[in-house]
């Protein structure tokens, strides 16, 4: 599925894919949250944000993503590839959806894909290879 330039795949049951690239607008923002919020188990939304280039994302998207994300226990996003400023800008964006939706955010940044998903499946991803459900003890910010 497209949101404006990226991308968002999702690997049942419980994985969803953002391949993103250039600014986020605030349509693009709900098209994230929307898809995360429609695949979670037990509560918990995983994610593996891919990230290709540089990114932006105003204030009002950012707004548009954490009130998609209201009403939802966790999310553990694992983000790949991301510059120094990408890192801030995910963990301002974590950290606002923590206070602002109320959420648990746990935040992971890697060099390469199988990294994150090896980490997702520590989580407690299905779609990455976990056999049991998510595991709430862990998780970096």
Sequence with gaps: MR?????IDIEKPDLVVLRIRGEIFPADAEAFGTAMKSHLRAGT??????VEGEI????TSRKAFIAALHGVPRFVDAVVGA??????????????????????????????EPSARAWLRA???VACGATSGPDR???SS
């Design 137 to 139: 003890s862990s998780g």
């Design 56 to 59: 932006a994302m105003s204030s």
């Design 45 to 50: 939304g995983f994610i593996l944000s891919i």
């Design 3 to 7: 949101a404006g330039a990226h991308d």
């Design 123 to 125: 989580q407690g991803c």
């Design 83 to 112: 510059s120094f400023g990408a890192r801030v800008l995910a963990q301002l964006v974590a950290t606002a959806a923590r206070v602002l939706a109320r959420t648990r955010f746990d935040l992971g940044f890697f060099d390469d």
